[in-house]
């Protein structure tokens, strides 16, 4: 089992910037996948960033050049840094983990956390 623990979510205008953390607790962190996904009301949830444990990175479009995915293995942490927040960014983040490759699918993610609020007023 994987407990993931969001936080980092508020308020904030258009083009303001966040970083969302999420800590991992419970098998060895390193050895995970991490991503970020996020669901709008009345929407599905869908894909952000994921980073795989040697770094390697996959964004959607809709954040490419904005968001940019990290982690920090000694501290079990993966984080979302989020530049030039729109309208459109509002929505509960959720950070999620799984073994293998880098995937976009959300099927594909094992462990899943509580979610953050982001909320961008125009």
């Known amino acids: 089992q994987v407990q993931l623990d969001e936080s980092g979510g508020g308020l904030v205008q258009t083009g303001d910037s966040l970083r969302l953390s999420c800590v991992a607790s419970?098998?060895?962190?390193?050895?995970?996948?991490m991503g970020w996904f996020r669901q709008a009301p009345g929407k599905e949830r869908e894909f952000v960033a994921s980073?795989?444990?040697?770094?390697?990175?996959i964004y959607a479009d809709s954040v490419k050049g904005r968001f940019t995915i990290s982690r920090d293995n000694a501290k079990n942490t993966v984080y979302l840094q989020m530049n030039g927040l729109k309208p459109e960014d509002t929505a509960v983040y959720y950070c999620?983990?799984?073994?293998?490759?880098?995937?976009?699918?959300?099927?594909?993610?094992?462990?899943w956390g509580q979610g953050t609020q982001v909320t961008v007023s125009s």
């Open positions: 419970g098998r060895t962190f390193s050895a995970y996948v």
């Open positions: 980073i795989s444990w040697g770094g390697g990175t």
């Open positions: 999620a983990s799984r073994q293998g490759s880098l995937a976009a699918g959300r099927s594909r993610y094992d462990y």
